[in-house]
């Protein structure tokens, strides 16, 4: 029991370095990059499910609120997470859980992860926009034209990638033993 406790750990500590290891591929295209972060957490999502992927987001952002540069661009600290993009940050927590919940009831379907890593990907988009909107004073239409419109269609193929490759690492994980 108490190897498999500690396998689980180590587990989640990879895929939050796993997600900070992603955010690097940024592309920066307006006031709000393009990252690898939404990929990660769902990729996250559908190997881990709901508890365990949380875990890993949770770390990750623990991670990067006491100095450890593990955010995009190498950046770190309570600036980043209390500044405009610190909405889709704290999103990630509700987008792995929302996520791998969703998963987790249809027994890691191909099918239904792709519709649960759509689901989480909006999950953080809707994060962002409202902490956009309210950290930024802005109103609502700006905050949706900034922090969601450009990143839906990224969003749905980051969304179908992570539910593709996801499915595949997991079976192997399980057959494995690893999960």
């Known amino acids: 029991m108490r190897n498999k406790k500690l396998k689980q750990l180590i587990i989640n500590a990879l895929f939050a370095v796993i997600i900070a290891i992603l955010a ?8 709000i990059p393009f990252t690898g972060q939404t990929f990660a957490v769902g990729l996250a999502a559908t ?24 955010f995009a661009g190498m950046t770190a600290g309570l600036g980043i997470i209390f500044g405009p993009t610190g909405g889709f940050l704290i999103g990630f927590l509700f987008s792995a859980y929302i996520t ?10 191909l099918a239904y992860a792709i519709f649960a890593n759509i689901i989480g990907a909006f999950v953080t ?9 309210f950290s930024g004073d802005l109103p609502w239409g700006t905050a949706f034209t900034v922090g969601v419109i450009p990143f839906i269609i990224p969003g749905i193929l980051k969304a179908i990638l992570a539910a593709i490759i996801g499915i595949s690492i997991r079976k192997r994980l399980v057959t494995a033993k690893l999960l």
Do not use: D, H
Not at 24 to 31: A, E, S
Not at 47 to 55: D, F, H, K, M, V
Not at 100 to 109: M, R
Not at 125 to 133: C, D, P, S, V
């Open 24 to 31: 690097q591929i940024v592309i920066p295209l307006g006031p």
């Open 47 to 70: 190997i881990l499910g709901a508890r365990n992927s949380t875990i890993s987001v949770a770390v990750y952002l623990v991670l990067g609120a006491i100095g450890v540069p593990v």
């Open 100 to 109: 791998g919940f969703l998963i987790e009831k249809t027994n890691f379907s």
């Open 125 to 133: 988009l809707l994060f962002g926009a409202l902490w956009l909107k």
